[in-house]
């Protein structure tokens, strides 16, 4: 596929439960970009990876929250001991090296934590 | 801190008419600016940007205006259909602390557009 891939596209986890949520990005995009975005607002920033390095995790909520992207290509957002405020959409996006480049999104994953 | 807003919420147009949407932003830092379109249950789409060194900016049927003199930026559809419905926000880019920079993007609220056959 040409786009960026989510899975999965839905997930409810009970609280207190862990989660893992796989982004494949376009291939060759040197940037990938998590985002979380509530019911009516628009996408917030959680986390920034170059290549394998993920060089901002300012966004990120909570220490339960954690990222990776270990061979520069898929990435995976885990969270752990899922709770209520945990649930939202959470996208994926990717883009060439160049400040100047847009995002490209994936369709998002919609987690519901129950 | 620095945001990207919105003026209208909501926009409802007969088909066929012209839609603006409006965005105001407060970073007087951001250099580079793009509007995305967001369907139910889809991920933002890539619409249109603008670099901050231009006033103006066409792709087809859409416009993009940007106004630094007062932070505000308006996306124009023409001949809106009913598949123009959706969410649309704009999203703001910044360089970061000591001139670094990747891209990050901050985005406002969304108007929903709604458009009547």
């Known amino acids: 596929g040409a786009g960026v891939s989510q899975s999965p596209r839905y997930k409810v986890a009970k609280r207190g439960q862990d989660v893992a949520l796989r982004c494949d990005p376009i291939?060759?995009?040197?940037?990938l970009f998590w985002y979380q975005q509530a019911l009516g607002q628009g996408p917030e920033f959680l986390t920034y990876?170059?290549?394998?390095?993920?060089?901002?995790k300012s966004g990120l909520p909570s220490d339960r929250f954690f990222a990776e992207r270990p061979e520069g290509s898929v990435s995976t957002l885990k969270i752990q001991r899922t709770q209520q405020e945990d649930s939202a959409v959470y996208l994926c996006?990717?883009?060439?090296?160049?400040?100047?480049?847009?995002?490209?999104f994936g369709n998002g994953t919609r987690l519901t934590v129950t | 801190g620095e945001s990207v807003g919105l003026h209208l919420p909501t926009l409802s147009v007969q088909e066929g008419d012209n839609s603006i949407i409006n965005c105001a932003y407060s970073n007087s830092a951001s250099d580079y600016f793009i509007w995305y379109k967001q369907e139910s249950g889809k991920g933002p789409q890539f619409i249109i940007d603008?670099?901050?060194?231009?006033d103006k900016r066409q792709g087809q049927r859409v416009t993009v205006l940007l106004n630094k003199t007062v932070k505000h930026l308006s996306l124009q559809i023409a001949a809106t259909q009913p598949g123009d419905s959706a969410v649309y926000f704009c999203?703001?880019?910044?360089?970061?602390?000591?001139?670094?920079?990747?891209?990050?993007?901050?985005f406002g609220q969304g108007t929903i557009l709604t458009v009547h056959p």
């Open positions: 999203a703001e880019r910044s360089q970061g602390a000591g001139g670094t920079s990747y891209g990050k993007l901050t």
């Open positions: 996006a990717s883009s060439t090296a160049a400040y100047n480049s847009p995002l490209h």
């Open positions: 291939s060759g995009h040197v940037s």
């Open positions: 603008i670099r901050s060194n231009m």
């Open positions: 990876f170059q290549n394998e390095a993920q060089l901002d």
